[in-house]
């Protein structure tokens, strides 16, 4: 930033400051003082010790994440550069189609899945109906994975796109004209120049995933407990906000070192510099 | 201006006046309605705990808005735990709830409902004589009975083809993963209680901790833990057996006339969901006109007819208009089995259980396989790590 920002400047950015002291910074002071003290209000450690016995929880949280991630990766990156590589008007509508489910609340969408997946749900139904043997779906990991693949699979084709949409073509025909073929066209300019919107598309796939309890507690039936769960067990049934307050702050305590690790990826290594050594 | 204004308030005055009229003469209660238009009242509620308009019901709220020009602000909850969270929580006001017996009793040691002043609802004398000065609430002084019932078996005789009559179906392996439970620990609890024939409100560590293991015993044999979704899982044939409600049992054979009902030989939990009036409400006169308004006979039989559950309400019991009087399951002739309520918990024992509770629901999360690819996963990731920064380095070198 330069040297004296203006006083227009400061003012503009006051109101966002602000609301982030109150709304983001008290709270997770308070989430730490939870974490830290028991009911008395006395300062104490066990609220972090107890955490040992969701260790499998977390494991299967930051597991499942991953996959979900991975998947929308997969799946959006392919989506994102088609979008970006077509005309203006088909541009507009595809992205309207990527937002248009955003327009419902997801735990309504979630919910749906539900009759979707059932024994008895709708694919089941047109499965017998052409005579194949009904799949057993809901109540498992898969259809956890499959409901946080379908949430939230438009925050990773979101910046992909926006990204993909501004790179410069002439950085692609220079490629050409060095003799690139179609891999290195990929691997030399496409993806070094998109690492910016998978990173902040993983980010914001992965920690949902990560956190979520609803999708678990609906398509998950008895297989899937997320430490989402247990956090919101712990502050709606068992009003332990001592307990949940610390597995949260453990739970972000993971998330940003998640983070770190991918930001280390993004931000110094060669696919930063990939534009200038193609 | 001041014209468009005084225009204004002349057109409201006459567009409500026989509104006004018609509450006068339908409330006797000491407090003046009228005194109340124009305020809010909140409403914290079971979800399908009221009659709301649907299938050519009485919209009772709106009704209620109707006839006293107070708007009615109505949000549900799935389990007395979530709303007394939501009401420790302090975020939101209510100014009724209607939550059941245990928890009323908890309610109340904690301070936490107001006195309802008796005189401002004179239709409490609808109310018969055995759900007046029950357990929680001796003295009869915070709390009027809404609704009764029991729990009990559900079933799809389209799935089962035995006869049941006993908890212990639900431990069949014959029916893994068609058999739901209830998602709260209580009630839960409460089945494994019966089932060990335990004493549902003992204080034993050690007989919580037995009825936990049968707990986790069963988890792998359940397809899910629920609540509302009940309806939907047991009305599309999705689940075969799962305890519940009495009276919801009745709402889901409307719509799946497979579904049969028991009430297990060992015994079970009977309740009692009150109306009360919590510590802090805004709007008490309101609230008191509201609880008084439901226990007029006929929004009392609406509501009974649409929800279902037994109605502690000598009005409805005697109105024609009742469809459901000597409904077998909701007033069985005979109970030749133990009943019991459920009564608070000393907070030590309270803890136990929900710990208990939570360490049943992650039971199983320990599972090497996920530890083994998440450190599969950190492999990889220090191994492109390590080659990505062996490959810039060289590069520096080159140039």
Redesign the interface.
Known sequence: MKKGTSLGARLLAAPHLVWSAIFVVVPLLVVAFYAFTDSSGAFTFNNIKEINNYAGTFALSIWLGLIATAICLVLAYPLAYFISQSKFNVQQTMITLVMLPMWMNFLLRTYSWMTILENNGLINTFLTWIGLQPLHMINTRGAVVLGMVYDFIPYMILPIYSVMVKLDHSLVEACQDLGGNRIDVFRRVLLPNSVPGVVSGITMVFVPSVSTFYISQKLGGTSTALIGDVIESKFMTSNNYHGGAALSLVLMVLILICMAVMNRFSGEDDLENGRLTV | MKKIFAFLSAFMLFAFMPASVLAASAAETSVDPESLRGTTLYVYNWGEYISDGSEGSLDVNKEFENRYGIKVEYTNYASN??M??KL?GGGANYDVIIPSDYMIERLIKEDLLEKLDFSNIPNYSYIPEEYKDLFFDPANEYSIPYTFGMVGLIYNTAMVDEEIDSWDVMWDEKYS?QILNFN??RDAFGIAQYYLDIDINTENVEDWQRAAEKLKEQ??L????VMD?IF??ME???AAIAPYYAGDFLTMADNNEDLAFVYPKEGTNVFVDSMCIPKGAQNKAAAELYINFMLETDIATANANFICYGCPHTGVQASDDYDLKGEEVLYPASVDFKTEYFHNLSPETL?LM??L???L??DG???TA??I??VA?VVV?IV??VV??I??KR?ENDN
């Open positions: 735990e979530d007394y969270a420790l993963g709260n620990p988890k792998p359940i397809q899910s833990y979704e939907n899982k599309n044939g999705e803890s929900t710990n509770w939570d360490e629901k992650i999360a320990n599972n996920v530890y690819a998440l996963v990731v492109i790590a990505s920064i490959r810039k590069r």
